[in-house]
């Protein structure tokens, strides 16, 4: 009698097992978008705290958003600038049902390596990512996950340097033509030009970064541009840094008009080995500026420029 019993709870538990997949296959779609609306419906994402570096305003390619439930590809653009701005590290957001190329499109947001600059440089240097990483699945959950450029320790010993040299170089009664050129002054007459990682990739400074020219004397033109980004951010004013393919520099918004600075080709390497100032990248304004392939840039993405 036992047996009899076992071999029927089997043959139930097999039946209940069949009746189960079968019903699974004829209503996955259903079951899996059961599954998605109760995400979707019980996931009300917030941006939550910001950190010290956060801009409060945007510009006109990416802006600050409280929806993070994106309904096109500039929604997708806007949360992750907002993700960057507010100096994240994790932050998780999810597709809505009926915007049904949102995985796609994230994907192809994600893999855009030259759209992801462009967006660090609106946010703030020590919320600008060195690495990025993307999650996605099916039901539409999205994940960033954000290596900042800047340790802590990094940006603590920078914000002490730089409220040490503000009093010498910053007058809050001169006009900020003036006090970005004393800025500008001080670093090209204080950083030579790493040609060692530009022309041999050797790291012996941290030249990439404010970092570097401002404690080790040397820099590249991520280094020049960091540093001047701190600065300009110290003196009060609305900045981002613009990119090509081979080279980046600052934009600065001085009295409604912005401006390109770029002290990296205002310190140039000379032949002769000295040590020069230049100023023919101070403060130029888009029609003034030299074309060439180092600063050919979107004027798509940098449209205040334009």
């Known amino acids: 009698m036992k047996k009899v019993f076992a071999v029927a709870k089997v043959i139930l538990l097999a039946g209940l097992v069949c009746v189960f997949i079968g019903v699974y296959l004829v209503r996955k779609t259903d079951i899996h978008s059961f599954i998605e609306s109760l995400i979707n419906s019980h996931k009300e994402v917030e941006l939550g705290d910001v950190n010290d570096y956060y801009r409060d305003y945007g510009f006109l390619y990416a802006t600050n958003t409280d929806n993070f439930e994106p309904e096109n590809y500039q929604d997708i653009i806007n949360i992750f600038y907002t993700i960057l701005n507010a100096g994240k590290e994790e932050f998780t957001f ?13 994907q192809k947001f994600a893999n855009d390596q030259s759209l992801l600059s462009d967006i660090n440089n609106f946010v703030h240097p ?10 996605y699945d099916t039901l539409g959950q999205v994940t960033i996950h954000v290596t900042h450029s800047y340790t802590e320790d990094e940006m603590e010993q920078i914000n002490a340097k730089i409220n040490e040299l503000a009093p010498q170089l910053i007058n809050p009664s001169r006009a900020a033509r003036d006090n970005i050129q004393a800025v500008h002054d001080y670093i ?4 030579r030009y790493d040609s060692l990682k530009s022309e041999q990739n050797i790291d012996r400074y941290q ?5 570097g020219p401002l404690f080790e004397g040397y820099g590249v033109c991520g280094g020049y541009t960091d540093l001047m980004a701190l600065f300009l951010e110290k003196m009060g004013l609305i900045n981002y840094k613009v990119s090509s393919s081979k080279h980046i520099w600052n934009a600065v918004l001085i009295e409604g008009n912005w401006y390109h ?3 990296t080709w205002d310190d140039p390497v000379a032949d002769d080995g000295g ?6 990248y101070f403060l130029v304004p888009t029609y003034l500026l030299t074309p060439d392939e180092q600063h050919d840039y979107d004027p798509n993405v940098y449209l205040e420029l334009k």
């Open 94 to 106: 999810y597709c809505p049902k009926h915007y049904e190329g949102c995985i796609e499109d994230i």
């Open 261 to 263: 600075l770029d002290l």
């Open 207 to 211: 030249s990439d970064i404010a970092y």
């Open 188 to 191: 090209i007459n204080t950083t």
């Open 275 to 280: 040590d020069y100032l230049e100023y023919n």
């Open 126 to 135: 020590y919320n600008g990512f060195s690495h990025i990483e993307t999650e």
